[in-house]
């Protein structure tokens, strides 16, 4: 008999689609899958055939709250505090009522920042739970955190303190909010000043993990409590391309597709601009996303504006594909055996463009803070003409076309 699955999920699209297909998978085999999250995303999850639970809050103003110039969080880790917790500060007031009232469910998945709530709904109702996630966060003494220089990596201690650093910073926004939930709302013990994560890894509380081996190389000291099962990728859409797309696409060599996704940026007419020259002086086509950058206007013939096509329709058709760094994205570029050229803004996109260039799948990444129309131009150059890179891109893309990740995400599930 299935179970009643609840998955917790807060973030951008980026953040939140990689469990929609999980989702339908888990219902495929026998459970009821309800995503609790934004409200914005309830369309996508109904149209999954999921059941949606609202969590308050809105992903896109909260990046834009914690937008700081050319900088999304700022220039120091002090400006990063406090821009998270500008944007958090109406999820402590409201989000533990929403969690509070999602009672019916026999398992929990939290993919929410610092494994917040989900233990604590999960210890309420004496239900199992694990931790899903789609970027790397779990302990580790061989690299640091993402977002952590990891030129200081040889110092003794530091890869396993940045951990902890990052742990409290969500904690510590969230821990009063977190405690008057347990103690008032369900009567738990309230937990200590510096939270459960010590615990968790006491528990060997299972991490399952939508991202591939072949990416993230898993380290020594990782558990067999930590699964990396591949990315989970939706089902290939039934859907049409309007027939400018078509026709633009047949029109010349494989164009450079450049979007920033769930990104939001300052000046977009300024961004918009930038590219055009860029596209301009390197002589390539380009496939320019609006995304949540809202890019876009009037452009050149050479470049053809879009607002929505399935990636994994999409990528591989493209000679090059450049792109903002999220998990979900990086899965599909590097999925597609295409080259990318990653333009970090900030969370873990630094680390997925660090990647793709250690594995020969792309150039180094252009972090958007140092975007120029003449680095962007010359990198898109290498991306395209360079045959190391085609040759590393394709490879990587074979191995990661061959793996099953919501497969094995599933059986994980069913058997927690």
């Known amino acids: 008999m299935g179970r009643r699955i609840t998955i917790l999920a807060l973030g951008s699209r980026g953040d939140v689609q990689p469990f929609i297909p999980l989702g339908k998978a888990l219902q495929h085999a026998g459970n009821s899958v309800c995503i609790a999250t934004f409200s914005a995303f309830a369309p996508l999850i109904h149209g999954a055939g999921l059941a949606f639970a609202a969590l308050p809050g809105d992903a896109e103003a909260l990046l834009r709250a914690a937008a700081h110039g050319d900088r999304l969080f700022g220039r120091s880790p002090i400006d990063a505090i406090r821009a998270l917790a500008r944007s958090y500060g109406t999820l402590t007031r409201d989000l533990p009522a929403a969690i509070a009232a999602l009672g019916d469910t026999d398992l929990i998945l939290n993919q929410i920042p610092s494994y917040l709530f989900g233990g604590d709904l999960a210890e309420h109702l004496g239900i199992p739970w694990a931790v899903v996630a789609v970027i790397p966060l779990m302990r580790t ?42 103690t008032r709302t369900w009567g738990l013990a309230s937990l200590p000043l510096r939270g459960h994560f010590d615990e968790l890894y006491r ?50 060599p494989p164009p ?23 596209v301009q002086h390197s002589g390539v086509r380009a496939i320019l996303h609006a995304g949540w950058a809202g890019l876009g206007g009037a452009l050149p013939p050479q470049i053809f504006p879009i607002e929505y096509a399935p990636y994994g329709w999409l990528f591989p058709q493209m000679a090059a594909v450049v792109h903002h760094g999220g998990s979900g994205t990086t899965g599909f570029a590097l999925r597609s055996g295409v080259p990318s050229l990653v333009v970090p803004f900030a969370f873990d996109q630094p680390f997925w463009g660090e990647r793709t260039a250690r594995l020969g799948a792309g150039p180094p990444p252009l972090p958007y803070h140092a975007l120029t129309a003449q680095r962007l131009a010359a990198a898109m150059r290498v991306a395209v003409d360079t045959a190391e890179l085609k040759a590393g891109a394709a490879a990587l893309g074979q191995k990661l076309r061959s793996e099953r990740g919501i497969e094995a995400a599933v059986a994980l599930i069913g058997a927690l």
Do not use: K
Not at 156 to 181: C, D, H, K, M, S
Not at 218 to 240: A, F, K, S
Not at 264 to 270: I, K, M, N, S
């Open 141 to 182: 003494r061989y690299r640091p955190l993402l977002g952590f220089p990891s030129a200081l990596s040889w110092l003794p201690g530091y890869n396993r303190f940045t951990y902890r650093v990052g742990e409290q910073i969500g904690w510590q926004i969230f821990r009063r909010a977190i405690n008057r939930l347990r």
């Open 203 to 252: 528990r060997r509380v299972p991490f399952i993990c939508g991202f591939s081996e072949h990416v993230v190389p898993r380290p020594p000291d990782w558990g067999d409590q930590i699964h990396l099962t591949g990315w989970w990728y939706p089902e290939d859409p039934v859907w049409e391309p309007p027939p400018a797309l078509r026709q633009f696409l047949a029109a010349g």
């Open 256 to 278: 450079v597709f450049i979007g920033f996704g769930s990104m939001p940026v300052a000046d977009p007419a300024r961004i918009t601009a930038l590219v055009v020259e860029a």
